[in-house]
Antibody, heavy 117, light 106 residues
């Protein structure tokens, strides 16, 4: 059974970098079968696709966030990570990691990140 | 970006009812459309991919249809566990985009 679990600080100060990690069990981030994706959800923006990464390191980002976002793999820990610079209150959301490029399955349980001083 | 518009935003129904939720894309996306179910405090769960293919383990009362710009999710006979919010998502283009959701209430 494949499981994904997000981890990272729940509170980030404005202008700082938001950093989250997704730990994958039951599959390998280097298998070459799937992309690994980040999505966020907030009352104001709904569900927003942030970007994804393939085992080769190829990554794709939402153009609206591309200047501030990077996604990377840690193959030794079977994890992938999200970094978002210059955080603002508008980045407050539940952040999910998920497996897939076209459809997303499964998803992690999500982690709430609040951007506030 | 491709805009995904769901209707209705909310829907009240009863156990045993047949309900249909629609999703319209701002441009043609072939069959590159997925449906998810989300319950309060939980992550979305994939129900249907490629517009009409039921994900493994999803009850057969769920079905999807459509092509191009107009799509539908139908639940043939509502069960108590089906009261949730439903989202469509396109993967024809980057960025992937989601509908705003349809909340299904008793």
């Amino acid at each position: 059974q494949v499981k994904l679990e997000e981890s990272g600080p729940g509170l980030v100060k404005p202008s700082q970098t938001l950093s989250l990690t997704c730990t994958v069990t039951g599959d390998s981030v280097t298998s070459g079968d799937h992309f690994w994706t980040w999505v966020r959800q907030s009352p104001g923006r709904g569900l927003e696709w942030i970007g994804n990464i393939f085992y080769s390191g190829n990554s794709y980002y939402n153009p609206s966030l591309q200047s501030r976002v990077s996604i990377s793999l840690d193959t030794s820990k079977n994890q992938f990570s999200l970094k978002m610079t210059s955080s603002t209150a508008a980045d407050t959301a539940i952040y999910y990691c998920a497996r897939g490029a076209h459809w997303l399955d499964p998803w992690g349980q999500g982690t709430l990140v609040t951007v506030s001083s | 970006d491709i805009q995904m518009t769901q209707s209705p935003p909310s829907l009240s129904a009863s156990v045993g009812d047949r309900v249909t939720i629609t999703c319209r894309a701002s441009q043609g996306i072939s069959n590159r459309l997925n449906w998810y179910q989300q319950k309060p405090g939980k992550a979305p769960k994939l129900l249907i991919y490629d517009a009409s293919i039921l994900q493994t383990g999803v009850p057969s009362r769920f079905s999807g249809s459509g092509f191009g710009t107009d799509f539908a999710l139908t639940i043939s006979s509502l069960q108590p566990e089906d009261f949730a919010t439903y989202f469509c998502q396109q993967y024809d283009n980057i960025p992937r985009t989601f509908g705003q959701g349809t909340r299904l209430d008793i």
